[in-house]
């Protein structure tokens, strides 16, 4: 008998898309058999290409380990997802379980019922006359989305999970003697999520720090991209060390690291509220380790802080490997660095050996329609037998009729060969076209579309004078849903006397809104600052100040006892991308 098919996990993470294969070994434990990652360029909470890129780096890596077709199980990122534990009161009825589970979604959930997937699971039997569980919402259009770049290169989704509660499976799994309460940090691109876990208790807690909090404040402190500030992070970053350690001989990696430490101190005191509420609102205990996980757990000298800020409890990298073989032909190299990356997959592959202590799955609607039309098949197949053997019957009787029109039908298909053949060729060659063209265009978008903003607004910014002017705010104009001040479309130019003018698409309009400061005794700046800015605006290459009252542009004089005084400036952007 041919062997079973692996089990396959995907994890859909906000910068990395991995994809591994498991086996089952012969107690029923997992093997690590083959896996492939991918990185996913651009800010995490902005770039709009996203779910473009998550498509095709899922494309690559099934096709990279052949996989096209196979059934998956894949996990979301917390942010996108609603989770709540909410006490119940106990009933014995399991009907009776399940309408009150069905009431308190309605009125926990922050969307209509009916525009979610939702779904729950029991976390503790409870004491005292009461239960606990957790309920998961998602959007419907925002998993059908998500689902679309899952099923790229062919795949089936079968369990869809919430990564948070895959790494609970994991922990649970790897650390079975593990008693008292444990902290597993999981440190992702833009969030971080901790699990407290004890014996017949779980709480989940999700927190607005991460990778990126980081990468934005290297891009702030040195004034460069996010993409630039990002890579400098992957190769000189650290965790400042603090105290009495010596810094590093280069005064820029000095800073970085003791930027990345002050992001790290303040996602510590988030973990501190979070332990005291956890202890205080859910009767929780102290924790006495903590686990950490995740890409950014990845900086050096991160488990040297966590040591410090937690004194008084173990404090180790989570390994997910730790009860999973690692067969020779998965890709170890650099496997043992990035352990503690692949909890959510390790979690994903124990849905498919069953019994696990959190089975939520948030399978879209067309997944579970597309199941049961699979196993309505062999019915329609019997149907399909019987309406054959009766055109077999009718079949008989024009039977003579067809042998008298054969041998025309044959001299036919003689001439028609070389014809399908030549058509075939180009249906085949069209088809490439047709990829190939497909394939560009996310490509293209995404290297013109995914550090616009962040280029525009360094410009921005290099452009102001440093004292004595602000910009509060940047609005666009026109078909955006925002009307300047003084609302009147730019003058074109007028055409050619006797030809019409060619057609052009609308100018995009910008509006700067700001503040300068008024002339005082010790500086004489007043609205001249203002023509500075105008100035220096006018050697950008991506927008053209208009100083036109129709236009929007308004500056006030300082001839008043004012302090500060208000300035309108309208912007074209000379090189727009698509707002559609």
Known sequence: MAAPKGILALNLGTQTISLAEFQRNAD??????????????????????????TKLQVEQLVGELGLKGRSVNYAIASHVIFTRPVTLPSVGDATQVEQIVAFEAQQNVPYPIDEVVWDWQLLDSGDGGQVEVILAAIKSDLLDEINASAQAGGLKPAVVEIAPMALYNALRYNYPEADGCTILVDIGSRTTNLLFCEPGKIFPRRLNIGGSSITTAIAKDFGCSFSEAETRKVQDGFVSLGGTYAEPDDAEIARISKITRNQM???????????????????????????????TASLPYIREFFQEKFP????????????????????????????HTLGELVGLALRGLGNCPMELNLRPASVVKAEKRAAQRPYLITAGLCVLSALGAWWQYYENAADRTGDVTRGLKQKAEPLA?????????????????????????????????????????????????????????????????????????????????????????LLAKGLYLSRTADNNTGPAVVDEFIANLKTSKLVEPIEDAKAGYVRANDDTAEWAFKFVLPLKLTNPISFQ
């Open 28 to 53: 029923g434990g997992l093997i690590l058999s083959r896996l492939k990652q991918g990185e996913i360029l651009g800010d995490p909470s902005a770039d709009p290409t996203r779910s473009l890129q």
């Open 265 to 295: 101190t303040r996602l510590h005191q988030e973990i501190a509220r979070s332990i005291t509420f956890y202890r205080s609102e859910h009767g929780g205990s102290q924790p006495v380790r903590v686990l950490i996980a995740g890409g």
């Open 312 to 339: 008084g409890m173990e404090v180790d990298y989570f390994n997910p490997l730790r009860n999973v073989t690692v067969a020779e032909s998965a890709n170890t190299d650099g496997l043992a660095r990035a352990t």
């Open 421 to 509: 053949a030549l058509e075939k060729k180009i249906k085949d060659a069209q088809g490439e076209v047709d990829t190939l063209t497909k394939s560009i265009q996310p490509l293209a978008q995404v290297t013109q579309e995914r550090e616009y903003w962040v280029n525009l607004l360094a410009d921005l910014n290099s452009k102001i004078p440093k004292d004595f002017i602000w910009i509060t705010s940047l609005e666009l104009a026109g078909g955006a849903g925002q009307k300047p001040e003084a609302e009147a479309p730019v003058p074109p130019s007028k055409p050619a006397q006797g030809r019409p003018g060619p057609k052009s698409a609308p100018a995009v309009i």
